[in-house]
């Protein structure tokens, strides 16, 4: 008998009830590390997360672990530096691992699932504050920005390219002897503008490689998802 999986029962149960005015879809950020042990059971949500519709998930690996034995091969000071970010607009010096950050202003733990699908839901029975439009032609992405009514304020717009999966055999650390599927890996994190938020915009990307991106609109000083789109 194959078990369903709890985040997609949390999320029938919970997304009927607030229903879907969002317009985009919401992202929620894994910090997570190869070398931490209360991580795998966060990652595994993840997993199940990534595959809803209406959600971008992306997993950032940090590296401030890989003194403990394992050096993360995804781990990134970038990343670690983006989620001290997150903790200093919250006006907080605590970070930690497992963390999600969904929609870029609700810090929560990693494996706390009815928190997170709670706040998932939440958020897709908002509107989107940002019309975004993307497409490609050929490696150039094209990206249209149009405030949905009042104007955003200053945002940055972010282009991400992650890696679908990849299964690591951890050989030493506090997972040693573990093998661990991720999922959505980001492999680049680039700021491209600095959108004023007042009126529409037009952008251009030149991309490279064939990995999925996604487009993530985020408020400058808030940290607040604006608006956000993915291509295969």
Same mark, same amino acid.
């Given at each position: 008998?194959?078990? +369903?999986?709890?985040? /997609? ?16 879809? +919401? ?74 950050? +969904? ?48 104007? /955003? ?59 999925? /991106? ?19």
């Amino acid at each position: 008998m194959r078990l +369903v999986p709890l985040a /997609v029962v949390l999320l029938s149960l919970l997304l009927p009830q607030v229903g879907r005015a969002q317009t985009s879809p +919401v992202v929620i950020e894994l910090f997570t590390s190869q070398g931490c042990s209360s991580c795998p059971p966060a990652d595994a949500l993840f997993r199940e997360l990534a595959e809803e519709p209406g959600v971008i998930a992306l997993a950032l690996h940090v590296d401030y672990w890989d003194y403990l034995g394992w050096r993360d091969s995804f781990g990134s000071p970038a990343f670690t530096a983006r989620q001290k970010a997150y903790a200093k607009a919250a006006h907080s010096r605590r970070f930690y691992t497992p963390q999600m950050v +969904v929609q870029g202003n609700e810090r929560l733990v990693g494996h706390d699932a009815v928190r997170i699908v709670r706040s998932i839901a939440a958020h897709q029975a908002l509107p989107a504050a940002v019309d975004l439009d993307v497409d490609l032609e050929d490696d150039l992405l094209n990206i249209r920005l149009t405030p949905n009514g009042v104007p /955003v304020g200053t945002a940055d717009v972010h282009v991400v390219r992650y890696m679908p999966s990849s299964e690591v055999e951890i050989e030493a650390g506090e997972n040693a002897g573990r093998t661990i599927d991720y999922t959505n890996i980001v492999t680049e994190w680039d700021t491209i503008a600095r959108w004023d938020g007042r009126e529409p915009v037009d952008l251009a990307y030149r991309l490279t490689g064939d990995e999925p /991106v996604a487009v993530i609109v985020q408020g400058s000083r808030s940290g607040q998802v604006y608006s956000a789109a993915s291509l295969p």
